[in-house]
């Protein structure tokens, strides 16, 4: 039977080892107990860039401004 990691569970030594390789966990080199994604994760906390935030919020004033007209039109005939 192969090692797990601690953290996710997922094979790092062994038969199963081999296939999560190949989804890029491997056991990682600081704590032979971890893979190297839970190693990263715990690693670096602050390591991924923001990503673009300001889209969604254009996207839900564009909502708005186009929700607008329709309650203030008045109707005509
Ligand atoms: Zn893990």
């Known amino acids: 039977m192969g090692t797990k990691c601690k953290k996710c569970g997922a094979p790092i030594t062994g038969f199963w080892a081999k296939i999560a390789a190949i989804a890029g966990v491997k056991q990682s080199l600081k704590d032979p107990e971890m893979c ?3 190693d990263s994760e715990t690693a670096t906390p ?3 860039p923001v990503a673009p935030v300001e889209q969604p919020k254009d996207l ?3 909502e ?3 929700e607008a007209p329709k ?3 008045p109707k005509q005939e």
């Open 64 to 66: 708005v401004k186009l």
């Open 46 to 48: 602050v390591a991924t």
């Open 60 to 62: 839900f004033e564009a």
């Open 36 to 38: 190297n994604k839970c």
């Open 71 to 73: 309650v203030e039109e």
